[in-house]
């Protein structure tokens, strides 16, 4: 008799392989349809494209559900960890509020989100309010970012002007 745990895994297993799924970016990472949002992406579909309710992408939907291998596929084809909900929340938001570490740490190494949500909340914020310690830390430990990509804020050199006598 197959126990829970195999009966789960032979579940997502399934849902991951479903290949004539026609589920849009949010609902195919939502349940999972791993060949679905390939489909997605070999058609060309923005990968930053959010629903139409929430204005959620799909990274913050994977974020959601804590699926590694769904951020990672969408982060290698151009998923934007900045990308802000209706609500200002970011994929990171979400990994630092729900204290999915690996999430977390997986977000970060694409880029580190200090942008306040409407609730005027970072995800440092989130991750200490809901007592995430080991997000607090790597968030903590995270060089600061800036809204201003580095190539637009590296200032050419000024002459130097001499000294008074």
């Not at 992406?41 to 913050?60: F, K, R, S």
């Not at 600061?144 to 804020?153: D, G, K, Q």
Request: glycine share 4%; proline share 5%; net charge neutral.
């Amino acid at each position: 008799m197959p126990s829970d745990y195999d009966i789960a895994a032979a579940r997502e297993a399934a849902r991951r392989a479903k290949a004539n799924s026609t589920s849009d970016w949010w609902t195919a990472v939502e349940k999972g349809e791993q060949t679905r949002m390939k489909q997605l992406l070999a058609d060309g579909q923005d990968v930053n494209a959010q629903d139409a309710m929430c204005e959620w992408p799909a990274l913050y939907y994977a974020a959601w559900k804590n699926r590694l291998w769904q951020a990672e596929l969408l982060l290698a084809s151009g998923a934007d960890v900045a990308l802000q909900s209706r609500e200002g929340d970011t994929a990171v938001h979400i990994a630092a509020m729900y204290g999915s570490l690996s999430m977390l740490t997986l977000m970060l190494s694409s880029k580190v989100v200090d942008s306040k949500n409407e609730r005027g909340l970072t995800p440092l914020d989130l991750a200490k309010q809901k007592r995430k310690f080991e997000c607090v830390g790597a968030l903590q430990k995270a060089p600061p970012w800036s809204a201003t990509p580095h190539h637009l804020t590296t200032r050419a050199p000024t002459a130097t002007l001499p000294s008074a006598p």
